[in-house]
């Protein structure tokens, strides 16, 4: 049976090199879809079945009409709402290119026929497996649409976006240990004042390393959430806050909801 939850997936680390790379795949029936702050450090298409969804942006409300699709790029800040109830197919990925992408900007558009069947196919292996997933041929089908996708974003987005190899070398480390390392010692391992990293650092993320690394480990406790394993006390330590209340704060402050919510949601 599909599972009811409002949703909001995990990113478990930046892919840099290499092809783009799911982090996740889910089908859902959404009956609730609301956040006010509604950022991540990873891709996200969106696919619905019938109108009510939308994304709110600082200047703009975006409409995802029913079939369409929707590319949001990473670290784009965007409310969301729903009115109903909507099948909500999702993937999430890191593109693998190092590209300083322009966050802000949404992508929206009427899928293909080939497209079109390939959402069948992929909704149809994600029921199958409980709405998550639905192994290996589900993670293709998932890459055959995200690069549909971004084939379709004009040529002149990607122009001038290389990445800093410093920024790019600080972004691993953060992955590595996003609690560890301080601007500081960040700067210093790029070669950089500590002023002038933090700035290209926001410049090519959109986020203080601070926040970055903060979001990457509120992903990483979410993903636990998900897997229903552990207790809430126990993921607050293993992402590295020193208590649950400490934790429940910023995973508020980063998803939206509390952790305990965000479960019951997720189950």
């Known amino acids: 049976m599909t599972p009811e939850f409002s949703s909001y997936d995990s990113f478990h680390h930046v892919a840099l090199e290499g092809a783009p790379q ?7 029936v959404l009956t609730g879809w609301e956040h006010d702050d509604f950022s991540a450090p990873f891709w996200r298409w969106y696919w619905n079945d019938r109108a009510g969804a939308r994304l709110i942006l600082p200047h703009e409300s975006v409409e995802i009409g029913a079939g369409e699709t929707v590319l949001v790029p990473p670290h784009t800040v965007a409310g969301t ?9 999702f993937v999430h990925f890191t593109l693998g290119v190092d590209r300083a992408v322009t966050p802000g900007k949404v992508f929206r558009r009427r899928p293909s026929a080939t497209e079109r069947a390939l959402i069948r ?9 409980g709405g998550r ?3 290996l041929a589900a993670t293709f089908l998932a890459q055959a649409l995200v690069n549909l996708a971004l084939g379709e974003i004009p040529e002149d987005y990607w122009a001038d976006r290389l990445l800093d190899a410093r920024i790019a070398r600080a972004m691993r480390t953060l992955t590595r240990d996003a609690a560890a390392a301080d601007n500081r010692t960040l700067a210093r391992e790029a070669g950089m004042s500590t002023d002038a990293f933090v700035r290209k650092f926001v410049q090519a ?3 203080t390393p601070h926040r970055f690394g903060l979001r990457l480990r509120i992903e990483r406790a979410a993903a636990r959430l998900r897997e229903g394993r552990l207790g809430i006390d126990e993921i ?3 992402a590295g806050f ?3 209340h400490h934790f429940s704060r910023m995973f508020k402050q980063v998803v939206g909801t509390s952790p305990a919510r965000y479960r019951r949601n997720a189950g």
């Open 133 to 135: 997933g639905g192994g």
């Open 22 to 28: 799911i982090l996740d795949c889910t089908y859902c």
């Open 121 to 129: 196919r992929l909704v149809g292996a994600a029921e199958a497996a």
């Open 81 to 89: 709402s729903l009115d109903g109830k909507v099948g909500h197919l």
């Open 205 to 207: 993320t959109g986020h």
């Open 236 to 238: 607050a330590e293993a």
């Open 242 to 244: 020193c208590d649950r």
